[in-house]
């Protein structure tokens, strides 16, 4: 009876500990969770929703099964933990094409500024690290750097990338590429 308690408080505590923490991913594996979140994006620009479907993704993916209320905290934890490898691949449809690029830059490249507001900007959910980068053309390239090349090509609307680039520096600490020690 002793052991019976003991063995599920211990696969109590692994199951309680699993779900507030990202385990230790594959780059396979952070690969085919990044292709379905950024799938999420398209799907839901296309959908007309604020917010992709992360949450699903994430219980299909990685086992979640936390509840709705938690999930922000752990996906925040999944995108602080592997903040540098969530990239999106090419994607094109008809004449609009996407190069291979960070999920934060491909949220916008796909019009969903309002997931920055409703959810990112959210600080109940918890915080997000915005440094990520990829090296584009030799140089580190984080998100603001991305916003001030879209706003230059005449891409997107101007005032409201404008909007997220300020929040996402004078609030959430964000630092273009050449800011970034490393």
């Not at 900007?121 to 580190?140: L, R, S, T, W």
Request: aromatic letters at 14%; glycine letters at 6%; one cysteine or more.
């Amino acid at each position: 009876m002793r052991i019976n308690l003991t063995l599920i408080f211990i696969c109590f505590s692994i199951y309680t500990y699993s779900q507030g923490t990202v385990q230790k991913l594959s780059d396979k594996k952070i690969q085919e969770i990044s292709h379905e979140l950024c799938s999420n994006v398209m799907a839901a620009s296309r959908e007309a929703y604020d917010i992709p479907k992360w949450e699903e993704t994430m219980r299909n993916l990685m086992g979640y099964i936390g509840t709705k209320s938690e999930f922000p905290e752990y996906f925040n934890n999944f995108l602080n933990t592997y903040k540098n490898k969530i990239i999106c691949p090419k994607y094109q449809v008809t004449t609009n094409i996407f190069p291979p690029q960070h999920l934060f830059k491909r949220i916008l490249a796909a019009g969903m500024n309002e997931t920055y507001e409703e959810y990112f900007f959210n600080f109940e959910n918890g915080e997000v690290d915005f440094n990520a980068y990829q090296i584009v053309d030799g140089e580190k390239e984080t998100i603001l750097d991305w916003i001030e090349k879209w706003v230059a090509l005449g891409r997107g609307n101007r005032e409201e990338l404008l909007d997220v680039l300020t929040a996402l520096e004078d609030e959430f600490g964000a630092k273009y590429g050449r800011d970034l020690s490393d």
